[in-house]
């Protein structure tokens, strides 16, 4: 099986930028895609992006051109570098197996305030 754990969160003023890590252990070459999904309590799960290990990438509307996501292999590391934060984008983040999502991290809190 796989795990994945999330790192990177925390809180950051509007403008601001943070980058996520999900580090994958375990039977990593089972692994096709990972996605990146946010959700914070009372509010809907929302896909963010998504990279597959041929590097192909793709994103929600409302991060394109602002959210990276990136792989680094040889670490078994992926990335999510969010930049030009808003309130809006205040969650929790998860890393999740794509495309069956049976895996899923235990998520990084983003916080985005004055």
């Known amino acids: 099986q796989v795990q994945l754990v999330e790192s990177g969160g925390g809180l950051v003023q509007p403008g601001g930028s943070l980058r996520l890590a999900c580090v994958a252990t375990?039977?990593?070459?089972?692994?096709?895609?990972i996605d990146w999904f946010r959700q914070a309590p009372g509010k809907q799960r929302e896909w963010v992006a998504q990279?597959?290990?041929?590097?192909?990438?793709s994103y929600e509307e409302f991060v394109k051109g602002r959210f990276i996501i990136t792989a680094d292999i040889a670490k078994n590391t992926m990335y999510l570098q969010m930049n030009s934060l808003t309130p809006e984008d205040t969650d929790i983040y998860y890393c999740?197996?794509?495309?069956?999502?049976?895996?899923w991290g235990q998520g990084t809190q983003v916080a985005c305030s004055s």
């Open positions: 990279i597959n290990m041929s590097g192909t990438t």
């Open positions: 999740v197996t794509a495309p069956t999502h049976s895996r």
């Open positions: 375990g039977s990593i070459f089972t692994i096709y895609a």
